[in-house]
């Protein structure tokens, strides 16, 4: 099942001579599982975007900070169990109801079913804090990742954005970017490292996958 039809929304956007502009926009969901310093970040980017509306944020945990911070900036939240999510009868009908065309991986931890891949053909997007396809799949995510880099004494680490398929941590690569490390470094010095590369580029590499489908 695909929501191409579901493309589009119109929103009306008054000029400075009061005539109704209209505007096309695209609806992203973000999935996040944690304390959604990305998911926080993507909202407000897009904030006064012309091309992109953050619509839907959705959590696995009740208690991830990220919800707190999508509510207190205006964004609907959902919380899903992981047998909700699963189901396909349960997701695809919350993803219509929000008018979803795009969805973001931001630190979010269960992994995706293969209908709602298979609904969202190259509409999902996920981040990972290193430099796929070194450190990723099964365990590696947050502080994991960045330890396994320091115990292998890596010169740099990054950041990869990826499209999103069955495969944990196994689709296309869609952008990366890299950062020195130095042997003094420790794992939180390198998450922080890495985390900087994140609050910068994540937020404009959607921008330019959403730019594309426009």
């Not at 695909?2 to 000029?15: G, K």
């Not at 995706?112 to 799949?137: E, F, M, Q, T, W």
Request: hydrophobic share 40%; aromatic share 8%.
């Amino acid at each position: 099942m695909s929501y191409q039809n579901f493309r589009y929304f119109f929103v009306p956007l008054r000029s400075q001579n009061d005539n109704i502009l209209i505007q096309m926009k695209l609806n992203i969901a973000i999935f996040a599982s944690g304390g959604g310093t990305n998911c926080e970040n993507l909202i407000r980017y897009f904030a006064d975007s012309e091309q992109v509306c953050t619509a839907l944020v959705v959590s696995n945990k009740a208690d991830a900070p990220a919800l707190e911070k999508a509510q207190r900036l205006g964004v609907e939240t959902q919380v899903v169990s992981k047998t909700e999510l699963n189901d396909e009868s349960v997701m695809l009908p919350l993803l219509q109801r929000y008018n979803i065309q795009f969805i973001v991986l931001a630190g979010f931890l269960p992994l995706i079913p293969d209908y709602l891949v298979d609904a969202y053909p190259r509409r999902i997007v996920n981040i990972h804090p290193s430099l796929l396809p070194k450190y990723g799949g099964k365990g590696m995510w947050g502080h994991h990742v960045h330890e396994a880099v320091k115990a292998a004494g890596e010169v740099e680490t990054g950041m990869t954005v990826h499209w999103v398929t069955p495969v944990c941590d196994g689709g296309e690569i869609i952008a990366q970017y890299k950062v020195a490390l130095s042997p003094s470094d420790t794992p939180d010095d390198i998450a922080a490292k890495e985390h900087v590369l994140e609050m910068t580029y994540f937020p404009k590499v959607i921008e330019q996958l959403v730019g594309e489908l426009l």
